[in-house]
């Protein structure tokens, strides 16, 4: 969205929401992006059924880094409640607590034949022996970081989040909320049924989430008897070092038709920390956080307040009073992020409406922090506007002499969602070129209601053609 955060679709971040009966029209706007990435909405927890893919095919006259395939399949790997999903919302904002778990996760929008209520349309992918698919497969899921894999079959990792990787062959991914990857698929196994599945990846201790595995079938076309499908390999819910060292595995193409810029000069160096945090109870209500808490989610100790109106046409219009703009650069509080106990009076975050104004055209190195309050579990950070590359990561705390010395700058991978590890960091580099106001949040929905996100504004460079572009005449009203 080069210069055009207007239909970028944050509520009270780039416009208010559309209200009942309104319209709007998006403007959609492209730049280097290859491969697949996805739409949803951005309003409470719309995006749990209001979501689609996005296939961006290579320019005309161009081809796949990789051998044709001989069809492409979008695989939506998605989460479902029996309870109206507004509902599941209101009761865990009032109660403090966490929201219901759903009850079954889908793929292409079925549960799977494990459910009674799914076998008959459980979704089926028709292959025939010999031939490649090319497998779009996007989490657009609430709530978990998934394990995906088929039985019987490898799988070779192309791209991820629109933009080309070296192949990766593995038997198993790990796919966080928002994330795209794109997989080849080559039907060599003997004509049967067999099933892909997915399940849910939980590092937080206690925490409760939905165990439940949804599946589909891979089915060879052809004259045969087919044998009752069987389950592929998928790693145990709590395995995180299957997660970080799939994730972890990850590089760019880095050819000549598919370069790399790394940024190297650093001119902002930021460090954030992502936790989960509380607030004490109000009066006159009971709370089912931890020790009748309200349950809440921070960046740098800020807890996002969302404004009256939204920060990009009072930061266009110059409308006063809206944000602030001190965001920390760094961690107001420094302590053992990840030490196993941790001072309940770090728990408690502050309510603020903080922006991060970056310069035009500055070079941004960011470490996110992840920290053990509360319960330390794994975050899978979004940047809007921005594509950024992946340069390190790692368990515990972050060692600014030592942990660079193993930063990965010469291929890592570029993307737009990358989960920080479960009591480690991660780090990301971008060039900020891209001038207007971007939301940076976790792609676990809850912790998002909870308030783990925050907002940079971009300053407009020196020539018109490097500034905000105007908004469009139809912006929702607030």
Known sequence: MPRYPWSDGPEYVTQCPIQPGGKFSQKIIFSSEEGTLWWHAHSDWSRATVHGAIIIYPK????YPFPKPHAEVPILLGEWWKKDIMEVLTEFVQNGGDPQISDAFTINGQPGDLYPCSKPETFKLLVDYGKMYLLRIINVDMQDILFFSIAKHQITVVGTDASYTKPLARDYIAISPGQTIDVLLEANQSPDHYYMAARAYSSAKGVEYDNTTTTAVVQYNGNYTPSPPS????????????????????????????PVDVPTNITTPLIFTVSMNTFPCPLNRTCKGPNGTMLAASVNNISFVN????VLEAYYYQINGVFGTRFPSFPPYVFNFTAEYLSLLLELPNRWTEVKVLDYDSVVELVFQGTNLVAGTDHPIHLHGYSFYVVGWGFGNFNKDKDPLGYNLVDPPLQNTIAVPKNGWTTIRFKAHNPGVWLMHCHIERHLTWGMDMVFIVK?????????????PDMPPC
């Open 60 to 63: 005309k006259g161009t081809s």
């Open 231 to 258: 389950l592929p390999f998928l790693p145990d819910y709590n395995d995180t070092n299957a997660s970080v060292n799939f994730t972890g595995s990850l590089r760019s193409l880095a050819n000549k038709d598919h």
């Open 307 to 310: 404004p009256k109106i939204d």
């Open 460 to 472: 407009n460079g020196p020539s018109p053609e490097v500034q905000l572009l105007p908004p469009p």
